[in-house]
């Protein structure tokens, strides 16, 4: 290569390096700007000046530069959070009667709230003037004039953290909010982690300010506000310390509310009333001081005493028809949406007649306590403490034509005790499965008019039997023969063990299995016919209620939809039924019943109790007195009563279903009367009215399993 290119080549390189070196040069001038111009401002200052100048506006640069980098980056980390999350909060499912109201118990309180949190969402203008003063004076007092941030809480909070070396206070109700709407604070945290907490939510906050109005922001922290135990919101908050709304709070109660809420468990007036007291005569005096109530005003309240409504007017009792409620629900939704409530669920319950039935049940119960015989606990002398042993009872109230629930008593007191015996009971039905093996035998041919023998049972005549076993009738006399209808109407045991017997073991088991009961419950074991196996309250009526229906049996359902907060609709329900058993034979049973009514075993529901409309039924006593049932219908209702002790034990002598669950029964029925639920004629004059092609009728499925009773189709499908 020639020599003069060579150096043009040099030449280029160098070149180049010096483009290289210029633009490196730029960029170290750029960053460092700041500091030359700190270095040119300084540099004819005294020499004494110079240097702590130099030095001190040098730091200020560094941390301005530093402090932006983090506003930057906290701002990029805040922009992430969702704040459609401060509106959306998890509420209480609602639970409404089916004529969509909510649905309360016989005190005329709120049965309570189900999955999702305990709280109920309420707009700005739901909640008293004085709670949103006193919370403002309490927690934020300039709240309405400052931004997102309170520069001058934040100086107090910077002067405690340098003279303290805490990270507390000066939060804004805006950056409350975001803490509370995303859960920002931490249990134990450390102090850079308190540190990341404070600049986040302060950058949350500054968006919160820019998209919601103040009172939208007062709105959703009110509805987000932790009350103590599982209270959240001021609605629940306001319904459980003082029996009433947010809207009515007396000056006095929102003051107590509000002070409460920095230590609700410490200060709560449930417990500790006099330090209640105090944080409320505290919020008085803040806002006396900042302008929002006069001093002679709060002097008033200050000089009253505070009080809190008692217990059974204050707190929401539980509720049996409830545990039905949750177990179809989570039967129906995905466990995510149950636990996400906020849910409107439309029941099939009738508030009058559940009222009723609960009253009834009270009234009942407590006038056999009394009785000269009962030796056992009383609920008025129950001291509260472990589980109470006082006489208890259960009733299910279906309506015939749909299977829906319209009311269901699972004890006395739900609050007291939590077992539910209409749906969890499981005590001997006794007699009152005696129409499902007469409805066996009736399927397999035998007429009710056949005679059959009434004699004591004799050593190995009954198949599968001890030969020891020898049930007894109840009144301890015995016949040659008497009519398969006499039988069943006195509840004769040994003539019905004798129609049982005709029927077949298996065939009356069956005939349980399709009506609805648990077959798995019940032993294959002659004394099955007389119902020495269990059953709730629910099933028996659910099972009874095939008889008015001509053979047909209607699922129970408890819940008629569902729908989202939106309204919209997640599910639907209606009657779903099957036909468990041919017409003929069923209404041959229900005649045999409406007879029992009038001349048998129940016959005091028409000559001492004085209910003359059709119904049909049938009493049911268990050995020594340890169980006292009834189920019976009308054109309109089955209903199923059980009475008993919780640990088994003789009630009282001679108690009787017919004693102690049938008055329960007609007090019932005849409040249902003038509720609608009219009893017309039952059943058809004779059997041969009831045609194959009546249009009600379903078909007969023979192998229907247990999966497909509780899962049949409804009509339409």
């Known amino acids: 290569m020639p020599a003069r290119k060579k150096v043009r080549n040099k030449n280029a390189k160098k070149e180049g390096a010096k483009k290289k070196g210029s633009i490196a040069f730029k960029a170290r001038h750029f960053f460092l700007s700041p500091f030359y111009a700190i270095w040119w401002i300084t540099k004819k200052m005294p020499i004494s000046l110079k240097w702590p100048s130099r030095l001190g506006l040098s730091a200020g640069v560094v941390a301005s530069s530093l402090a932006i980098f983090v506003s930057i980056t906290y701002y990029i980390i805040a922009s992430t959070y969702d704040l459609d999350e401060v509106v959306t909060m998890s509420a209480r499912t609602e639970i409404l009667d089916r004529n969509g109201n909510i649905l309360k118990n016989s005190k005329g309180q709120e049965v309570g709230y189900l999955h999702g949190k305990n709280r109920r969402i309420v707009s700005y203008d739901q909640v008293s003037p004085y709670f949103v003063n006193a919370l403002i004076a309490r927690e934020d007092a ?203 669920i439309t029941t099939t319950l009738d508030p009058d007649l559940q009222e009723l039935t609960e009253k009834t049940v009270e009234k009942r119960l407590r006038h056999v306590e009394n009785y000269p015989g009962y030796r056992h606990q009383k609920r008025s002398t129950w001291n509260g403490q472990g589980d109470p042993q006082y006489l208890q009872g259960a009733v299910v109230v279906i309506e015939n034509n749909t299977g829906a629930v319209l009311a269901l008593v699972g004890g006395r007191n739900a609050s007291e005790s939590q077992y539910n015996r209409a749906l969890q009971g499981g005590r001997p039905v006794g007699s009152i499965f005696k129409p499902f093996i007469y409805l066996a035998a009736f399927k397999n041919g035998l007429s009710p008019r056949a005679s059959i023998n009434d004699a004591p049972i004799r050593p190995g005549e009954i198949t599968g039997a001890p030969r020891s076993w020898s049930p007894r009738n109840s009144d301890q006399k015995y016949y040659r023969s008497v009519s398969v209808f006499r039988a069943l109407t006195d509840s004769r045991n040994t003539s019905s063990i004798r129609v049982a017997e005709k029927a077949g073991l298996d065939n009356v088991i069956e005939v349980a299995r399709v009506s609805g009961f648990n077959v798995d419950k019940i032993d294959r074991v002659p004394s099955s016919y007389l119902g020495s196996w269990g059953a709730p309250a629910e099933t028996v009526a659910s099972a009874y209620s095939i008889f008015p229906n001509g053979g047909q049996r209607f699922r129970p359902y408890y819940i008629q939809s569902i729908k989202d907060r939106k309204g919209n609709i997640l599910w639907e329900n209606g009657p779903i039924a099957y036909r468990a058993t041919e017409a003929g034979p069923a209404w041959d049973v229900s005649r045999i019943l409406e007879q029992t009514n009038e001349i048998g075993t129940g016959r005091a529901i028409r000559h001492k109790f004085g209910f003359r409309k059709p119904s049909a039924g049938k009493t049911g006593t268990t050995n020594d007195y340890k169980d006292a049932w009834y189920a019976g219908y009308t054109s309109s209702l089955s209903c199923a009563v059980w009475v008993g002790l919780d640990t088994p034990a003789p009630i009282l002598k001679g108690g009787y279903g017919s004693t102690l669950a049938l008055p329960i029964w007609v007090d019932i029925m005849k409040s249902a009367d003038p509720l609608g639920y009219k009893s017309a004629a039952i059943s058809p004059a004779t059997a041969e009215l009831v045609t194959p092609d009546t249009p009600d009728q379903l078909p007969l499925n023979p192998n229907l399993r247990q999966d497909e009773i509780q899962d049949a189709l409804p009509f339409d499908q």
């Open 142 to 344: 300039r709240f309405r004039e400052h931004g997102a941030v309170d520069l001058r809480a934040f100086g107090r909070v910077a002067f405690r953290f340098i003279t303290r070396g805490k990270l507390e206070g000066g939060g804004t109700i805006s950056m409350q909010l975001a803490r509370n709407s995303y859960r920002l604070k931490k249990r134990g945290e450390s102090f850079p982690r308190g540190v990341h907490r404070k600049i986040l939510e302060t950058l949350i906050a500054v968006r919160i300010e820019s998209r919601f109005s103040k009172n939208e922001i007062l709105q959703h922290y009110m509805n987000r506000i932790f009350w103590g135990g599982s209270i959240q919101g001021i609605e629940v908050a306001s319904k459980t310390y003082f029996n009433k709304r947010a809207k009515d709070l007396t000056l006095s109660e929102a003051a107590v509310l509000a002070g409460i809420i920095r230590a609700p468990n410490a200060f709560s007036p449930l417990r500790f009333l006099d330090k209640a007291q105090v944080e409320r005569d505290t919020v008085l005096h803040r806002m006396e001081h900042y302008g929002f109530i006069e001093k002679s005003v709060g002097d008033e309240i200050r000089a009253t005493k505070l009080t809190i409504p008692a217990a059974a007017d204050r707190l929401i009792q539980g509720s049996y028809a409830l545990d039905a409620i949750r177990r179809d629900l989570e039967r129906i939704l995905e466990e995510e949406n149950i636990r996400d409530g906020g849910l409107i």
